[in-house]
């Protein structure tokens, strides 16, 4: 495990590189330990208990939830209330997150929290750091939550844990909370009033995720630039289409970001041999200009994401200082559902442009003298083998699946609870929507790598054959070394298995 600097969770701005630092284990989290932040943290929750001893009304302290904020709580049920609140949650269904996501959510709300206008305990957030640093992970359904009022079913698992009830994941074993607080001396924490709902009426679930897909976008951007670089050769296609002066004509950064990268691979100014077509197909030639729009767009969902997760966002709001009670809409998840669900978008267009090479490639009319299926097999074999025919046909159903994903959830918002929440985000569907969309954009990526290695092959096999620029010599080389040429017919399964692993621990190294 690579060790990074510690993260400080406190006051400071976290980026969501520092969030998949811990989440991915490569880094420890550090709780801000001055005094004067321990003191504000313990302000907020002071005054609420001035609060309740003046009798004041606060919703979900003395008053129930949602709907029901109009039923008073008499203070001798205040204590319990808590305890209430994520019991009735515990309903959560679909598969458990797994221990990186379960760590981003951690993550995300200990950000949230030490805002200190949530009104929890200083004990809270020790507690909750303690989870991230000896690695206690709660088991979360990830299906249940309308991302509004937050994700409250799913954070309901991290106040459960907390209080020593239900399940976490603990050195490799599923394990009883309380269990797990025994063998590392801990007593449960009793959730004092607002602490159950300033854990679970926030946005950590949706933003954890968001931020686990922000980053498997960025890479999948690089790697589909440096696959279409693969194509380019392999296809024998112009490289004039991605000249510095064109792109400067129509200047969006991203875009023109691209073209310079696929510029650098070819690391050729004008055509050296004679060209097929003037024109390429569109999925080679306009690769940038497909690619360009995710480059684009990477920094609004940075800033989306970003000010999410540096933000306070549960209800009501403590304002100790100024003695304050600010009833509001902060769980509110619009901000992610759209980041998210406009990266399903931009993530199956991806997908669609590297099915449509692989396309290509494999199609003996527009292949440019490759062999049918980019098979590998000698003349007296050939006839019987069918090289990529199979691979292709599963990179057009995952590129269909991806299509099909890019319906945006937020606008299947639907009332519920009463009519209490009867506008939500869908923040947390749409961003495991594009973790699914990723999924599939990755499995293409893998198929179309591969294929585009192979046609890199088969033209260096040609006693013709120029060398390779030094940026996908490099790449050809290394992607030898786990994927040799497909010669005769094999089943393809593990190596595409193999790439994906590749892919999801951003083995490669690409642009700067």
């Known amino acids: 495990m690579t060790h990074a600097e510690p993260v400080i969770f406190g006051e400071n701005h976290l980026r969501i590189e520092d969030l998949l630092a811990v989440a991915q284990g490569r880094a420890r989290a550090h709780l801000q330990s001055d005094a004067a932040f321990r003191q504000r943290i313990a302000r907020g929750a002071q005054f609420l208990d001035t609060l309740l001893d003046r009798e004041g009304v606060i919703y979900g302290v003395t008053t129930g939830y949602g709907d029901s904020c109009v039923v008073a709580v008499p203070l001798q049920q205040v204590e319990a209330l808590p305890q209430h609140l994520f019991t009735f949650h515990g309903c959560g269904l679909g598969k458990l997150l797994d221990a990186e996501a379960t760590r981003a959510v951690l993550a995300a709300r200990l950000r949230s929290l030490t805002h200190g206008m949530s009104g929890v305990r200083i004990e809270l957030l020790d507690r909750l750091h303690a989870f991230l640093e000896y690695d206690v992970l709660p088991l979360i359904p990830e299906e249940g939550s309308v991302g509004a009022s937050g994700d409250l079913t799913p954070l309901s698992y991290v106040a459960a844990t907390l209080a020593g009830e239900r399940e976490v994941m603990f050195r490799g074993e599923r394990r009883s909370a309380a269990e797990v607080h025994r063998q590392l001396g801990w007593s449960p924490l009793t959730l004092r009033p607002k602490e159950a709902l300033a854990l679970m009426n926030g946005t950590a679930v949706?933003?954890?995720?968001?931020?686990?897909?922000?980053?498997?976008?960025?890479?999948?951007?690089?790697?589909?630039?440096?696959?279409?670089?693969?194509?380019?050769?392999?296809?024998?296609?112009?490289?004039?289409?991605?000249?510095?002066?064109?792109?400067?004509?129509?200047?969006?950064?991203?875009?023109?970001?691209?073209?310079?990268?696929?510029?650098?691979?070819?690391?050729?100014?004008?055509?050296?041999?004679?060209?097929?077509?003037?024109?390429?197909?569109?999925?080679?030639?306009?690769?940038?200009?497909?690619?360009?729009?995710?480059?684009?767009?990477?920094?609004?969902?940075?800033?989306?994401?970003?000010?999410?997760?540096?933000?306070?966002?549960?209800?009501?709001?403590?304002?100790?200082?100024?003695?304050?009670?600010?009833?509001?809409?902060?769980?509110?998840?619009?901000?992610?559902?759209?980041?998210?669900?406009?990266?399903?978008?931009?993530?199956?267009?991806?997908?669609?442009?590297?099915?449509?090479?692989?396309?290509?490639?494999?199609?003996?009319?527009?292949?440019?003298?490759?062999?049918?299926?980019?098979?590998?097999?000698?003349?007296?074999?050939?006839?019987?083998?069918?090289?990529?025919?199979?691979?292709?046909?599963?990179?057009?159903?995952?590129?269909?699946?991806?299509?099909?994903?890019?319906?945006?959830?937020?606008?299947?918002?639907?009332?519920?609870?009463?009519?209490?929440?009867?506008?939500?985000?869908?923040?947390?569907?749409?961003?495991?929507?594009?973790?699914?969309?990723?999924?599939?954009?990755?499995?293409?990526a893998a198929a179309t790598l591969i294929a585009a290695n192979q046609g890199v092959w088969l033209r260096q096999q040609a006693p013709e054959a120029r060398a390779l620029p030094a940026p996908l010599q490099a790449m050809h080389a290394a992607l030898g070394e786990d994927f040799p040429p497909l010669i005769e017919d094999r089943a393809l399964e593990g190596e595409l298995r193999l790439c994906l692993q590749r892919i999801r621990a951003q083995h490669w190294r690409l642009y700067a």
């Not at 200009?289 to 997760?309: K, P």
């Open 206 to 444: 949706m933003t954890g995720l968001a931020c686990l897909a922000y980053a498997r976008a960025d890479y999948l951007l690089k790697l589909a630039t440096r696959i279409s670089a693969l194509n380019v050769v392999a296809l024998e296609g112009n490289p004039e289409h991605f000249d510095e002066r064109l792109f400067a004509a129509k200047p969006h950064p991203g875009q023109m970001r691209v073209a310079a990268w696929i510029r650098q691979d070819l690391a050729i100014e004008a055509p050296t041999a004679p060209l097929h077509r003037l024109q390429d197909r569109y999925s080679l030639r306009c690769a940038p200009h497909v690619l360009g729009v995710l480059a684009d767009s990477l920094g609004l969902l940075r800033q989306f994401i970003e000010t999410e997760l540096n933000s306070a966002n549960d209800n009501p709001i403590i304002d100790a200082d100024n003695e304050r009670v600010l009833h509001g809409g902060h769980f509110y998840g619009g901000h992610i559902a759209f980041a998210m669900d406009s990266l399903k978008n931009l993530v199956a267009n991806v997908a669609d442009l590297l099915d449509r090479q692989l396309a290509l490639l494999v199609d003996s009319r527009y292949n440019h003298g490759l062999p049918s299926n980019l098979s590998g097999a000698p003349a007296a074999t050939a006839m019987i083998n069918h090289g990529f025919k199979a691979v292709q046909i599963g990179a057009s159903a995952w590129t269909a699946e991806a299509l099909k994903n890019s319906m945006p959830a937020s606008v299947f918002s639907r009332s519920t609870e009463c009519h209490n929440q009867d506008k939500v985000s869908m923040g947390t569907i749409a961003a495991r929507d594009a973790l699914r969309s990723l999924e599939l954009a990755e499995q293409v």
